[in-house]
């Protein structure tokens, strides 16, 4: 085994709520993400699936430094990220990118997708003769499967899945080593996700790279994951092989996502038991006692109220560590 990309241990994210007086106070603490754990190889896919508000975003931003963590910490290459200056992670900026899901949003649209592409190099210095900027930003287009010869138009004239190329190839510019894809398909027709998926997967492959790959949606990352992490209210309750996971859930809440991710096969699809959560998500600002998922959990007992349960192997498949305690494999179909 190689040593680990990234390591992310007991990271923590708390939010400030503010109160609505003159002189605004804090009244509370939004607990958006609260003790993710994991590792990440070269060239490995982690997938990152759990309900909206469940903090995968901020997992994202706060190892890429854009939320400052409020403990825990991120190692890449054995660095640590969480103690350096902005001066200090200005170099490491090329090797760790981000896609955001609204590409339009994320795109300046008064500028030519050249213009977009190049913006790296030139923050970067990316020393050369004249013309390589250029040439790298032809070559990127290339990369991603888009014609240089439409150097010079703006992102309002291509379609969701060819800007989100164009996410991609500015993400691209400075050869990272590591990308955090934050939804990237999630705003786009479903006709057109699986080209971007499976232009990723090829860039990963050419490449070398490494994924964070988020989505609230367990079908989408299926495909491109080697592991997968299921979040609920800012913590990691279930992680291990894709398949394991897809095939042999040990967490209910696991459970109760990939039963509604509809069966390509409708002879399965019949066979299948839905599981129907109640209720609401709790509020992270407020997150019950004990085990967070307690409130929703058909197995729930008292002891869940009272004990946290640590995500750790569980007599399941191999390799898989779930946080429950009542954890039990349960074949989807
Ligand atoms: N800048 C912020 N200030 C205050 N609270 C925030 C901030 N960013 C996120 N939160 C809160 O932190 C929690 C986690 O949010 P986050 O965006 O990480 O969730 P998510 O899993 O990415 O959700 P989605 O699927 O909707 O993108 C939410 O309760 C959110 O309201
Ligand atoms: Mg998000």
Redesign the pocket.
């Known amino acids: 085994m190689t040593a680990p990309l990234l390591e992310v241990i007991d990271l923590v994210k708390e939010?400030?709520?503010r109160g609505k007086g003159i002189i605004p106070r804090n009244v509370g603490t939004?607990q958006?993400?609260s003790g993710v754990s994991f590792t990440l190889h070269p060239g490995e896919t982690l997938g990152l699936v759990?309900?909206?508000?469940?903090?995968?975003?901020?997992?994202?931003?706060a190892i890429l430094q854009l939320?400052k963590p409020t403990s825990g910490s991120v190692r890449f290459e054995g660095r640590e990220l969480t103690t350096m200056s902005t001066k200090q992670l200005r170099p490491l900026r090329k090797d760790i990118q981000i896609v955001f899901?609204d590409p339009y949003a994320s795109l300046n649209p008064k500028w030519q997708v050249n213009d977009i592409i190049a913006e790296p190099l030139q923050i970067h210095g990316a020393e050369g003769p004249r013309g390589a900027v250029q040439r790298r930003v032809d070559e990127l287009l290339e990369l991603v499967g888009l014609n240089p010869e439409h150097r010079n138009r703006y992102p309002h004239e291509f379609s969701g899945g060819q800007r989100q190329r164009i996410g991609i190839a500015r993400a691209l510019a400075l050869n990272p080593r590591f990308m955090v894809l934050?939804?990237p398909v999630s705003a786009l027709d479903v006709s057109v996700q699986a080209g971007v998926v499976n232009l990723l997967e090829e860039l990963q492959e050419r490449l070398g790279l490494a994924y964070l790959f988020?989505a609230?949606d367990l079908s989408v990352v299926r495909h491109i994951s080697d592991r997968v992490a299921v979040?609920y209210l800012?913590k990691i309750i279930e992680m291990g092989e894709r398949e394991t996971i897809y095939n042999r859930p040990m967490h209910p809440y696991t459970q109760a996502l990939l039963s509604a991710v509809p069966m390509p096969d409708p002879k399965q699809e019949r066979k299948r038991q839905r599981i129907v959560l109640t209720g609401d998500v709790p509020?992270?600002v407020n997150p019950p006692s004990g085990c967070r998922f307690r409130t929703r959990c058909w197995k729930a007992q008292d002891i869940c109220a009272v004990e946290e349960p640590r995500l750790e192997r569980r007599g399941g498949p191999d390799g898989t560590l779930s946080a429950c305690h009542f954890a039990e494999e349960r074949q989807v179909v």
């Open positions: 939010f400030p709520v939004v958006a993400v759990g309900e909206s508000g469940c903090g995968k975003s901020t997992t994202g931003r939320h899901q934050d939804e988020v609230h979040m800012g509020s992270p």
